[in-house]
């Protein structure tokens, strides 16, 4: 088992910039892979960024390129998304996911693909 447990979100001014944390506790030596997730009212949950937790390569959804960074710190067991230039529309509950086990790239940007999931962090920017 892997407990996922995040924390920075709040409301922010369009413009400005969040960092959000997963702290990641158990079965920690486990993981492939760690990703965030968003979700808007009344929306789907959506991927945002990923990392392989081994080699640290990222990979994010288009509408947050050169804005988020998503990085992680192996020996604190924690993944971050700094999150830059923030606009109303990335306005949402941010979910951390850990993957446990190799899969396929391809599937890395689905939500089925993460074995465990932190309960969330809402993100609101005012216009």
């Known amino acids: 088992q892997v407990q996922l447990a995040e924390s920075g979100g709040g409301l922010v001014q369009a413009g400005g910039s969040l960092r959000l944390s997963c702290a990641a506790s158990g079965r920690t030596f486990s993981t492939y892979a760690m990703a965030w997730f968003r979700q808007a009212p009344g929306k789907e949950r959506l991927f945002v960024a990923f990392i392989w937790w081994s080699s640290g390569s990222t990979y994010y959804v288009d509408s947050v390129k050169g804005r988020f960074t998503i990085s992680r710190d192996n020996a604190k067991n924690t993944v971050y998304l700094q999150m830059n230039s923030l606009e109303p529309e990335d306005t949402a509950v941010y979910h951390c996911?850990?993957?446990?086990?190799?899969?396929?790239?391809?599937?890395?940007?689905?939500?089925?693909?993460?074995?465990?999931w932190g309960q969330g962090t809402q993100v609101t920017v005012s216009s």
């Open positions: 996911a850990a993957r446990v086990g190799a899969t396929g790239v391809s599937l890395m940007t689905s939500d089925g693909a993460y074995n465990y």
